[in-house]
């Protein structure tokens, strides 16, 4: 590789706590020529209070492919650039995946400077099974989207890591329980390592029900870990079961629903008419 091209470097950022600023990612940042932002207004201040003054581009999903054209430019002019997102990790539900592959394919090093991450900050802190999970990333905005991919997402094993906003926790905690059921356990990690962080580790029920009674456990940022579905063939029949169930409630009354979703899937009739009343 050619000692004239310039470096990306991918550098986290803080979630909130700015003593979560890491020694290296300030140094890489005070060194680079460019730094790649999502929001440069966001951003300034956060470098200029970590005395970096390398002038800023803005990167968004709407103009990513461009940008990665002029930034790939600069690397093969033989400057190195820094790629930071709003908070945490870029491409973690961040734009950026375009931009490294167009790095990598122009013949450039693409190095990490790895920090904070809401998911991995929330499972760490969950106490739910961390050795396998799935990261889901945003659920769909709207209502009959996100049911649907509740639904295919009920009978998934492996731990399961969202992030929501505070306009649909409450929405989204409703279709987890009716969807996952009330028992599953889960854990509800708000505004994490800033002032008025707080981590709810309960059954979906509780936590919903927590949520609903305290205004202020809606406002902020979340991350839900949610339990993966118990292993076995009996709880893989009751989360097709549900699937099924869910699905033909929507035309049918309950015990009818029921009735059709358990001689469908196998699922006990009695397990799937209790989740609906
Ligand atoms: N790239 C970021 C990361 O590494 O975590 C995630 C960016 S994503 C656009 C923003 C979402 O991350 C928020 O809506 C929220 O779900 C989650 N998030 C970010 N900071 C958080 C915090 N301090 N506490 C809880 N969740 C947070």
Redesign the pocket.
Known sequence: MSAQRGRLWVVATP??NLGDFAPRAREVLAQVALVAAEDTRHSAPLLAQAGVHAPLMALHEHNEQAQAQRIVARLLAGDDVALI?D????L???PGYRLVRAARAAGCEVSPVPG????IA?LSVAGIASDRFVFEGFLPARPAARRERLQVLAGETRTLIV???SHRIVETLADLRAIFGDEREAAL??????RFETVIAAPLAQIHARVIADGDQQRG???LVVAGAQGGEEAALLAEGRRVFALLREELPPARAARLAAAISGAPRKALYADAV
């Open positions: 979630i909130g997102s908070a945490g990790t870029p973690v539900s961040e904070p991450c809401a998911a929330a992030y929501e906003s990690a708000r505004e994490l390592t800033k940022e979340f991350v």
